[in-house]
Nanobody, 120 residues
């Protein structure tokens, strides 16, 4: 079992910045992908950004050029630097991890979520 601990959410004014962190711990095999999802009020959860063990990244169109995902493989930690925040970025942000066993079995884990509110 893998535990994910998120931090860094909060209230910020439009145009401001926040940095989210998510640290994985526990019985980790080999983490392939680490990602951030978000769920705005009354809407479905959506992928924000993902980074693989090889360093490949993918972003939702709505955050390209404003958000940057990165990971520290040695610390099993993923970060999301969010700049030029907009009110529509308001959501609960969730960390998501894909862990792969030596036999190729995939295990997926979610963090508890951290609230990001962009408002003046």
């Amino acid at each position: 079992q893998v535990q994910l601990v998120e931090s860094g959410g909060g209230l910020v004014q439009p145009g401001g910045s926040l940095r989210l962190s998510c640290a994985a711990s526990g019985n980790i095999f080999s983490i392939y992908a680490m990602a951030w999802y978000r769920q705005p009020p009354g809407e479905q959860r959506e992928l924000v950004a993902q980074v693989t063990s090889g360093g490949s990244t993918d972003y939702a169109d709505s955050v390209k050029g404003r958000f940057t995902i990165s990971r520290d493989t040695a610390k099993n930690t993923v970060y999301l630097q969010m700049n030029s925040l907009k009110p529509e970025d308001t959501a609960v942000y969730f960390c998501h991890v894909q862990d792969v066993s030596d036999y190729g079995d995939d295990y997926f884990y979610w963090g508890q979520g951290t609230q990001v509110t962009v408002s003046s």
